[in-house]
């Protein structure tokens, strides 16, 4: 079966503290993982995909294909990072396969 | 460039009726794809359109069907709503069905009393 976990609803840190947020995912096929972040009031936008391999606004994401996961890792939190995070696995050949959400993760972070 | 709009914003409707939302893409995008998110839930994909065809579909019955227009908006229609059915609908477009990134609308709310 296609699925995509975050196992946390919500994830609490104070400014300036490490964060990671979940994602593990299930996908017979060759992974494509991506995360895409919804701030408040606004839409929901691609953030960062594992293919490219970039860091956007500090974050970071791996994939561990024997883990069958793809964390998102920033090591100094902002308050502006507060928003919900959701992973996404593209499933089918080429760039056309569907996305697969996971339930999201409300990063909420304190001052 | 007002990027991907949807229309309307909210819908209230009872159950056995049909409702239509509608989409226009981002500039310069000719694939849109629909998906459904229930409270609390990520989106789920029921489907996406390109060049006025269903390309791919999600586990979504047939009383949800679309449409796509020459000048590249679409259509989603409902039929026989259920209570179930209340979601927000995110429309979403992209180039040439390449879904590497993705433009999102803010969405239709609709409930469905």
């Known amino acids: 079966a296609q699925r995509v976990t975050q196992p946390e609803k919500l994830l609490s840190v104070f400014k300036g503290a490490p964060v990671e947020l979940k994602c593990n995912y299930s996908?017979?096929?060759?992974?494509?993982l991506f995360w895409y972040v919804q701030y408040s009031r606004q839409r929901l936008q691609l953030l960062l995909r594992?293919?490219s391999r970039e860091s956007i606004k500090g974050f970071t994401a791996d994939l561990n294909k024997g883990e069958t996961s793809f964390h998102l890792k920033k090591p100094f939190a902002q308050e502006e990072d507060s928003a919900m995070y959701y992973c996404a696995l593209r499933t089918g050949s080429g760039n056309t396969g569907k996305l697969i959400f996971g339930q999201g993760t409300t990063l909420q972070v304190k001052p | 460039d007002a990027g991907v709009t949807q229309s309307p914003t909210h819908l209230i409707k009872t159950r056995g009726q049909q409702v239509t939302l509608r989409c226009s893409p981002k500039?310069?995008?000719?694939?849109v794809s629909w998906y459904q998110q229930a409270l609390g839930q990520g989106p789920q994909f029921i489907f996406q359109y390109y060049e006025e065809e269903e390309r791919q579909r999600g586990n979504f019955p047939d009383r949800f069907s679309g449409h796509q227009f020459p000048n590249y908006s679409s259509e989603l229609n409902v039929n026989a709503l259920l209570l179930g059915d209340s979601a927000l609908y995110l429309c979403?477009?992209?180039?040439?069905?390449?879904?590497?990134?993705?433009?999102f609308g803010s969405g239709t709310q609709l409930s469905v009393l």
């Open positions: 594992h293919i």
């Open positions: 500039s310069g995008h000719d694939t």
């Open positions: 996908y017979s096929g060759s992974p494509e």
């Open positions: 979403a477009s992209s180039l040439k069905l390449a879904n590497e990134k993705l433009f």
